[in-house]
């Protein structure tokens, strides 16, 4: 089992920024892709970005491309987001989530571990 411990997430101003955490333990070494998805109200769950555990590769959604950035810190098995730029249409849960098979995808259901969730609430 793994278990994944989001931080970080909080009331903000337009155009301001936040960095969320995921920390992981457990039997992290079966990990190979940590990712980041969001739910706001009424809506269904979005991915917005990726990163390869272990070959450090990155991905993320068109809508956040150029303003999120997912990071790791492997000595701390934590995994980061750094949203600069935040928008209203940012409001939303974050989730952490990782993945055990090595390929990286969007889609939530792939994924095997979730954390609790932190909010985010962008006001304009």
């Known amino acids: 089992q793994v278990q994944l411990v989001e931080s970080g997430g909080g009331l903000v101003q337009a155009g301001d920024s936040l960095r969320l955490s995921c920390e992981a333990s457990?039997?992290?070494?079966?990990?190979?892709?940590m990712a980041w998805f969001r739910q706001a109200p009424g809506k269904e769950r979005e991915f917005v970005a990726h990163t390869n555990w272990r070959a450090g590769s990155t991905y993320s959604a068109d809508s956040v491309k150029g303003r999120f950035t997912v990071s790791i810190l492997g000595a701390k098995n934590t995994v980061y987001l750094q949203m600069n730029s935040l928008k209203p249409e940012d409001t939303a849960v974050y989730y952490c989530?990782?993945?055990?098979?090595?390929?990286?995808?969007?889609?939530?259901?792939?994924?095997?571990?979730w954390g609790q969730g932190t909010q985010v609430t962008v006001s304009s």
């Open positions: 989530a990782a993945r055990r098979a090595v390929l990286t995808t969007t889609d939530p259901k792939s994924y095997d571990y």
């Open positions: 457990g039997r992290v070494f079966t990990i190979w892709t």
